[in-house]
């Protein structure tokens, strides 16, 4: 083997690893988020959770990637670990489907259908179809299509490549000498074990495997510890994954590690226990890419079907291992922790930081509710003290979300991916100055008591409407963000309206107050401060809502929806005004 071979053997392999990820972004892609949007809404049934990681790797074609979206998911919060250990174990199924394709290289006959699917026919075509549907089609989905057949096609070039540049070894004695080495199960368990940590693909080492057979000197006896190897080997990306990660999340890693260990340790009793009573006369025969294929199927999915019963032991072992730390907190609290390894999966990122926005809208909300008790002094300290904690989380989440974002544009995402990100970005501020605008009466509190200012009986009953009015603003906005309510949407411009118009009459009243001597100036400033904030947290309430009501009607923005409503020409407004207004009016003097 000269050195121009290692060299076409080195670029064969690294167009093998670009088609296969090339082709397992883009099919994520055409999916659109739904396979992995299946996991975040995953059930307790340990056959769904076989079923669904088995149809996430099939598609990114890579269970390390699906490990390490799996351990993302479960450090964000939105798996428990229990249901990942299933998860996993489908994920070892789904990575059996790149072997079974490259397997198509050891098709023969003479038949048109044949030659048509061998892979030196269809590698090209593939990449000519690929080429004229990235080139020449605008529509997102067939540039999608393209890159599929793209990197189905540049894979199996590749593999050809290393093909070609293996067969001189089939004539070199260190070479025979060495795979009659791998034979022993430990050498041989060892040398896919690193290849595979090396390359941090099963997939792509077993490819490697495979590609080796036309040399005819890979037999059974030395493929069989290989393949068993790679798949702990597989292990290792997941396991770098978890560093920093949760407790929960490093649980995930070291259950893949325990259920691919005992996998192979069953199926090494099994095979060599097999051997030494019966024999084997297979064991020193040459095998093919069909051959290596099926085992690596058959070791996978044998190894689910026995040990899915089994899933809880690992669960306790798991915990045993790695016990959770008890802390007592105050559920909001509890930040959303925003985890990058989500990038593998833009859907499931963008779906982290919608949670981690809830999040500050909730917080926004609890600061609001507080905001009036607080600067009239009737709260107790320890609620000043929470209230305090709520704001300074806030304002790490806005900072921890928007560099989240950002960094969620980054990556290549679908139109409405694309979209979505920019709608959350509006969100966060948003809700972020609904925070803020709270925060500002509350501080008013230092005033109000070194001053000892004290308020009419109008104010007050001003304060408790306007209080009452906004907090159903609020609540009505942050359902429609948090749960894509439409129909909460609509109620929030309305009532906007009528808290603008109690704003205006008691600015009215307290004007007409002040000409009468009945309140101080200081505590007027005060007062006016407070309409000035909550007005402006009932206008974020509205663009908040006017945003999510645009992106699912034919309006070109928010602010040309909002000309519509005030103009009347939304028939439901109408009728909404009225009921608000009269909800929410202020006594008479």
Request: with cysteine; glycine share 8%; hydrophobic share 45%.
């Amino acid at each position: 083997m000269t050195f121009f071979n290692v060299i076409s053997l080195l670029g064969g392999l690294g167009m093998f690893l670009y088609g296969m990820s090339v082709m397992g972004s883009s099919l994520e892609k055409v999916a659109g988020g739904k396979a992995e949007g299946l996991l975040h809404r995953l059930t307790s049934s340990p056959l769904k959770g076989v079923l669904l990681g088995t149809i996430i790797t099939s598609v990114i074609q890579s269970s390390s990637a699906t490990t390490v979206i799996v351990i993302g998911l479960v450090n964000s919060g939105l798996m428990a670990f229990a249901q990942s250990v299933a998860v996993i174990m489908g994920a070892n199924i789904g990575t059996t489907v790149t072997g079974q394709i490259i397997r198509l290289s050891d098709l023969d006959g003479e038949s048109l259908l044949l030659q048509l699917v061998k892979p030196s026919t269809l590698a090209p075509a593939a990449i000519l179809v690929g080429v004229i549907f990235f080139l020449f089609c605008k529509a997102t989905k067939k540039r999608n299509v393209g890159h599929i057949l793209l990197g189905f096609g540049i894979l199996f070039t590749g593999m050809l490549a290393m093909e070609a540049a293996v067969v001189p070894l089939r004539d070199a004695p260190w070479f025979a000498q060495l795979f009659s080495g791998l034979q022993n199960p430990i050498l041989g368990l060892l040398a896919g074990f690193v290849v595979t940590s090396i390359i941090q693909s099963s997939s792509a080492s077993l490819g490697i495997l495979q590609a080796l057979t036309v040399t005819g000197v890979v037999s059974w006896g030395s493929a069989i510890p290989i393949i068993l190897g790679q798949n702990i080997g597989t292990c290792i990306t997941g396991v770098l994954a978890s560093i920093g990660a949760s407790r929960a999340a490093k649980r995930v890693a070291y259950s893949h590690v325990f259920f691919n260990v005992l996998g192979t340790g069953l199926f090494l009793v099994l095979i060599y226990g097999f051997r030494a009573l019966f024999g084997a006369p297979f064991w020193g025969d040459a095998v093919d890419m069909g051959g290596i294929a099926n085992f690596h199927t058959v070791f996978n999915i044998g190894t689910t079907l026995i040990l899915l019963p089994c899933r809880n032991l690992f669960v306790r072992l798991c915990n045993r291992l790695i016990p959770e730390r008890r802390e007592e907190t105050h559920p909001e609290l509890a930040e959303v922790v925003l985890d990058t390894r989500l990038y593998a999966s833009p859907a499931m990122a963008i779906a982290q930081a919608h949670a981690a926005v809830v999040q500050m809208a909730g917080l926004a909300r609890l600061i609001q509710r507080s905001a009036i008790a607080i600067m009239l002094g009737e709260v107790p300290a320890e609620a000043v003290k929470l209230a305090t904690k709520r704001e300074e989380l806030t304002d790490r989440l806005e900072v921890s979300v928007t560099n989240y974002l950002v960094g969620i544009a980054r990556l290549d995402l679908s139109e409405q991916e694309s979209r979505r990100t920019a709608d959350l970005l509006a969100f966060v501020s948003e809700f972020e100055r609904i925070g803020d605008r709270s925060v500002n009466v509350m501080e008013r509190n230092g005033e109000v008591r070194d001053k000892d200012l004290v308020f009419s009986e109008t104010a007050r009953q001003s304060f408790d409407l306007l209080d009452r009015a906004l907090g159903e603003v609020c609540d009505l906005a942050i359902e429609a963000f948090s749960n894509g309510d439409l129909m909460s949407a609509v109620k929030v411009e309305p009532l906007e309206q009528t808290i603008d118009r109690i704003c205006d009459a008691a600015r009215t009243r307290h004007i007409a107050r002040l000409k009468e001597g009945l309140c101080s100036i200081e505590a007027g400033v005060v007062f006016l401060e407070v309409l000035n904030n909550y007005e402006r947290i009932s206008d974020h309430c509205s663009n908040v809502a006017a945003r999510l009501i645009s992106n699912s009607e034919a309006v070109p923005d928010p602010h040309t929806l909002l000309r519509r409503l005030h103009e009347g020409q939304e028939e439901p407004y109408a009728k909404l005004a009225e009921y608000y207004g009269e909800k929410y009016t202020l006594p008479s003097e």
